[in-house]
T-cell receptor, first 114, second 111 residues
Framework: GAVVSQHPSRVICKSGTSVKIECRSL??????MFWYRQFPKQSLMLMAT?????????EQGVEKDKFLINHASLTLSTLTVTSAHPEDSSFYIC??????????FGPGTRLTVL | TQLLEQSPQFLSIQEGENLTVYCNSS?????LQWYRQEPGEGPVLLVT?????EVKKLKRLTFQFGDARKDSSLHITAAQPGDTGLYLC???????????FGKGTKLSVKP
């Protein structure tokens, strides 16, 4: 149990385009979903927290208009990187929480912006 | 701001050796989780500790939560090459369930 999927696993796009990443909890309903960014050889940096049906809570320094988060159901959250630039290239990971604050992570999405 | 100091940052050992990874904070956490992450993949939950003083074992891995719930350790006995990876500790602050992550320990076990 507690499987989280992410799609796509890899995406390469041109500068200025938008990219949508999907995060799904496959076998449980997630009360909260989280989006992280991870730079090479570094730990995870929380970008935002989202609850189903409400606006996401963004961490300080994360632009909400650039990283659009939609949490339409208890099993699906999407992150859209709008007008992507090379500096947005990174490894994006989502997680879903169930009970006891345990978070279960997706496999990540490698974004490369040319 | 809550911080979780994780050490060591890098660890390279021979197969069969023992090792301990530490996570320390001045803050109290409602729970603490340990994850293992391989390159290009998401972190995988190893264990959650909730009670101060709690000890959990997962085969050759022993996890301990400090009495005051401010620190934790991961001890690996007789490490094997398959244990290689990035180990992350993460403390929960109990509000929205946000996790505070340590910087990670990159473990390399050589055969």
């Amino acid at each position: 149990g507690a499987v989280v999927s992410q799609h796509p696993s890899r995406v390469i796009c041109k500068s200025g385009t938008s990219v949508k990443i999907e995060c799904r909890s496959l076998d449980f309903q997630a009360t909260t979903m989280f989006w992280y960014r991870q730079f090479p050889k570094q730990s995870l940096m929380l970008m935002a927290t989202s609850n189903e049906g409400s606006k996401a809570t963004y961490e300080q320094g994360v632009e909400k208009d650039k990283f659009l988060i939609n949490h339409a159901s208890l099993t699906l959250s999407t992150l859209t990187v709008t007008s992507a630039h090379p500096e947005d290239s990174s490894f994006y990971i989502c997680s879903a929480s169930r009970v006891n604050n345990e978070q279960f992570f997706g496999p990540g999405t490698r974004l490369t912006v040319l | 701001t809550q911080l979780l100091e994780q050490s060591p940052q890098f660890l390279s050992i021979q197969e069969g050796e023992n090792l301990t990874v530490y996570c320390n904070s001045s803050s109290v956490f409602s729970s603490l989780q340990w994850y293992r992450q391989e390159p290009g993949e998401g972190p995988v939950l190893l264990v959650t500790v909730v009670t101060g003083g709690e000890v959990k074992k997962l085969k050759r891995l022993t996890f301990q939560f400090g009495d005051a719930r401010k620190d934790s350790s991961l001890h690996i006995t007789a490490a094997q090459p398959g244990d290689t990876g990035l180990y992350l500790c993460a403390g929960a602050n109990g509000s929205q369930g946000n996790l505070i992550f340590g910087k990670g320990t990159k473990l390399s076990v050589k055969p």
